[in-house]
């Protein structure tokens, strides 16, 4: 069974909306997807993380947004699995992937597990592919890991919180959701509101020592500043930089035809 078939047999229940956000409310808000055949559990830095892999050739690592799960990707898959080893992973608290409650969610701590996930799959080097915090995700690991990293794509990813355009909403989010929080029903919601809310906190000289080959993405729509956009491109040395027209940040899923053709061209050239 290849995963379109998957997708077709097994719908994604969609969960009821914890918070709209930003970043966690663009994101797909999905419940844990049905464990698949070829799903698999990595023990890594404290939490189980669930991955499927899909295709054969050099691995293609794809790292979905705040409040969703791999299934972001389901419009890309098919496609990319002709070319690429696809390796799918639902970051932690995510998807079907462990919480480890109590432990502050930052972008350092998840580039970590992304760090040693690859150590365990023993991939030495990959592509990526990473949309909005995944993106980040993808930005900071060319950073601290870049002899992991071979060629970057990231969509509608943001350097610091105040890049995104509606980020004065997340803290009025933030006070609404700790007032609701009497019996720690909201505490994923709280870590994936303050993640975006508090972090990352780079400058843009920090990607100039990125060496990987570079591609950022984002909607003409999208809710990330075009001008922290455009200065993301130009911090990156020997970057490309495609802005998607008629796009929100969810420029993979609602233009994911052109969203393709941009990605694979890269990534084969």
Known sequence: MNYTQRLNNNQVQVMKKIVFFVIVFISLTVNAQQIHE?????????????????????????????????????????????????????????????????????????VEDINLFLDKLNIKKANILGWSDGGIIGLLLAIKHPEKVNKLVTSGANIFPEGVIDFEDMKKTAIDLETKNLNHENDLAIDLNNLDLKYPNLKFTDLNVIKSKTLIIAGDHDVIKSQHTLKIYESIPNAQLAILPNSSHSALIENSKLFNEIVLRFLMQ
């Open 38 to 110: 070829n799903g698999k559990y990595a023990d890594v830095n404290g939490v189980k993380l669930y991955y499927e892999i899909y295709g054969e050739g050099e691995p293609l690592l794809m790292i979905h947004g705040n409040g969703g799960s791999f299934s972001c990707f389901e419009n890309q898959v098919a496609e990319f699995s002709k070319h690429f080893k696809v390796v799918l992973i639902d970051c932690r608290g995510r998807g079907n992937s462990s919480y480890q409650k109590g432990v502050e969610l930052t972008f350092d701590l998840q």
